[in-house]
């Protein structure tokens, strides 16, 4: 197995930020392989989940 770097960044009032190259699953089992910058969901209101849509902007996401 290759000496990958991820990184990971907690964005305030807003996503994580993943930026490397990650194997994400989804809840349907799927798996896809991303590259670069990702930006996952942590205020639970995405309608694209795992990934964010901004949504945490007009839910007030606080954390």
Do not use: A, W
Not at 5 to 15: A, D, L, T, W, Y
Request: net charge negative.
């Amino acid at each position: 197995m290759e000496n990958q770097q991820v990184k990971i960044q907690v964005i305030p009032f807003g996503p994580l930020m993943v930026e490397g190259s990650i194997t994400l699953t989804n809840k349907d089992g799927n798996v896809e392989q991303k590259e670069g910058k990702i930006f996952l969901c942590r205020c639970g209101h995405s309608q694209n989940t795992p990934y964010c849509d901004g949504s945490h902007r007009t839910n007030e996401f606080e954390k």
